[in-house]
């Protein structure tokens, strides 16, 4: 069959043929060069296009980048990236599902330890989370009296406990297992404080859209009894939030989202349907073989957060033999909006920031205890 021609159409002619050379560079790499500087002013916005070849003992080693933005696309074999945040992947031939590995570093504060797996870079990566963050604290550290406005934080306990009392009388305290859903909304102020000994647990920061940010404050505990567990062959779900393997949370979210923690068995394998068009991501709690996204992808360690790529399903491999994985697979549907963050708070823009802080100095618009009100 051939195709038609539309007469109007113009065809595009070659003004210029460019060889490619052979030649090396790095640390023993072999490139051809197809764009250079004398073709970027013809080729704008396009600076340079380099085909590249290299085997172990070469590569391109520590070297810095600013002001543009490089695509690299693998024909064979592989190439391990990392850059200075941490941050560490494998790009191989083919479709890749995970796109970012993240390391997170222990950071030292006057209220306890922290690992910060999602920070203020990763917002438009990771649509509609803001932070994730692990802690272990013990008294008399913790996280005392402050506010929060714009988004739900949810706080899942993996050790000891925390105390948590709000400006609106609500006090409690979760235990290992349980997790408290904090809707800030238009303003909260509230304390986060230890039990005895160390106490370990997460904290996710999830945006609402702007039309919920001024809703009323509100808190959910939910206990580990009431979180229903789904079970096959070598897999236990923890399903907090969403559905896995038939397996239904009771247990409503204002954004459509999953939270399971999932522990595999040594030589076990799991597959997890998720909505295409959602964000999803892994954070890696125990255990250092662990594969995710394709069955030859390099294993990653624990305290890691994993990122993964568009696709309706989340593949993950324990390949120890005699040691189980366990992390944690949260998903969620993006809202597409602009994310300004400014510490506690969590707004569409600057001029709402700067609003939010007012009110929160001047004890208004949802903020009125904030002067007076004091935890025990």
């Known amino acids: 069959m051939s195709a038609s021609c539309d007469s109007d159409r113009v065809t595009r002619q070659v003004i210029k043929n460019v060889l490619a050379k052979l030649q090396k560079e790095g640390e023993g790499a072999l490139v051809r060069n197809g764009i250079t500087e004398i073709h970027q002013a013809l080729l704008d916005p396009f600076v340079l296009l380099v085909d590249f070849s290299f085997s172990l003992t070469a590569g391109f080693a520590d070297h810095p980048h600013r002001g543009f933005e490089s695509v690299t696309y693998m024909l064979k074999g592989g190439i391990i990236h990392k850059y200075l945040k941490g941050n560490e992947s494998t790009i191989k031939a083919g479709d890749v599902q995970v796109v970012k590995k993240i390391f997170a570093n222990f950071e030292n504060s006057n209220d306890g330890v922290i690992r910060q797996g999602i920070t203020k870079s990763d917002h438009e990566l990771l649509d509609p989370f803001v932070s994730l963050a692990e802690f272990s604290v013990s008294p008399p550290g913790g996280f005392r009296d402050h506010p929060h406005r714009g988004f739900e934080s949810v706080t899942y306990m993996l050790e000891g406990g925390l105390i948590h009392q709000d400006f609106n009388g609500n006090k409690g305290t979760v235990h290992e297992g349980d997790v408290l859903w904090t809707t800030a909304g238009r303003g909260i102020i509230h304390s986060e404080m230890p ?78 349907t998720i909505p295409e068009s959602w964000t999803a991501f892994a954070y890696v709690l125990d255990g250092n073989e662990g594969v995710f996204g394709s069955s030859d992808s390099y294993a990653v360690q624990a305290h890691t957060l994993v990122v993964f790529g568009t696709g309706d399903e989340v593949s993950v491999w324990n390949t120890s033999n005699y040691r189980p994985l366990r992390f944690l697979l949260i998903a969620g549907e993006p809202i597409g909006e602009s994310v300004v963050q400014h510490g506690p708070f969590v707004m569409n823009t600057q001029a709402e920031i700067d609003r939010t802080i007012w009110d929160y100095r001047n004890g208004q618009n949802g903020f009125e205890m904030a002067k007076h009100w004091r935890s025990d």
């Open 195 to 272: 039990k005895e000994h160390t106490n370990i647990g997460l904290q996710l920061w999830v945006n609402l859209p702007s039309s919920d940010k001024m809703i009323d404050p509100a808190n959910v505990e939910i206990s580990n009894s009431e979180m229903p567990v789904a079970y096959e062959e070598g897999v236990e779900v923890k399903v907090i939030a969403g559905v896995s393997m038939g397996v239904q949370s009771p247990f409503y979210t204002r954004i459509p989202m999953m939270f399971l923690d999932i522990t595999l068995q040594p030589r076990s394998q799991t597959h997890q």
